[in-house]
């Protein structure tokens, strides 16, 4: 006779719903790697399913299309490197930057044709894509205001001129990973000290938002 001790002791077993988050977020493990290099037109679904050894329906089954399987492996990925860029808020605002900065760089430098689709707007006009890449930006601008200006809910002209900073961030990247002549260090460095430009140009518009010391020619 089983005692009621010994039936509480077996494990269960993982519930369909579990089971199938786990399933899901495995073969979005398997884009990430498939497709880290890959642009979205060289992989057909026959190519995804053969290489990750899986059967196609299965693909279809969780993300209905071959477009739902990359947006989800881009969203993924991308959230990242936004947990990046929200964190340290322990590091003093220099160091923070410096933090982003080169994590940014590190992502595009290492899932290259992700960072392509997000900064691009995918294939055609991605509608889904364009909201991805506007995410990462508001990022990546509550983070360099958080540490320039000690809050992120900044006025109009300050933020513009983040967003434009933001952009020819976007522009030269992609430069950069098709053309890595620079260290990953140097072009780290190079933009933070156009950060530096922009953060003194807002300043001279609005002195309501002093540029930090680091920033400051004198500095």
């Known amino acids: ?5 010994q039936r509480a002791a077996v494990r269960p077993r993982m519930r369909g719903t579990e089971r199938s988050l786990a399933r899901r977020a495995e073969l979005i493990a398997i884009g990430r790697k498939l497709f880290a290099d890959t642009s979205y037109d060289a992989l057909s679904m026959d ?3 053969r290489q990750a050894h899986v059967a196609k329906g299965l693909i279809y089954y969780y993300f209905q299309s071959k477009r739902g399987y990359y947006l989800a492996i881009v969203q993924d990925s991308v959230a990242d490197l936004v947990t990046s860029a929200a964190s340290g808020l322990e590091l003093p605002a220099v160091d923070r930057v410096h933090r982003t900065i080169d994590g940014y760089l590190r992502y595009a430098e290492h899932h290259q044709a ?3 689709t997000i900064v691009s707007g995918g294939v055609g006009f991605d ?3 364009h909201s991805i890449r506007d995410g990462v930006r508001e990022a990546i601008i509550a983070t360099i205001a958080e540490g320039a200006y000690g809050r992120s809910d900044i006025a109009p002209l300050p933020r513009m001129g983040l967003l434009s900073w933001v952009c020819s961030v976007e ?3 992609l430069d950069w990973i098709d053309h890595p002549e620079l260290s990953r260090d140097t072009m780290r460095d190079l933009l933070v000290k156009t950060l530096g430009g922009a953060l003194r140009a807002v300043e001279e518009l609005d002195p309501a938002y002093p540029a930090p010391q680091p920033a400051r020619r004198d500095a």
Do not use: S
Not at 1 to 5: A, I, T, Y
């Open 127 to 129: 509608a889904e894509v």
């Open 171 to 173: 522009g030269a990247t």
């Open 47 to 49: 190519d995804i399913a």
């Open 114 to 116: 992700a960072y392509r």
């Open 1 to 5: 006779m089983n005692m009621p001790h």
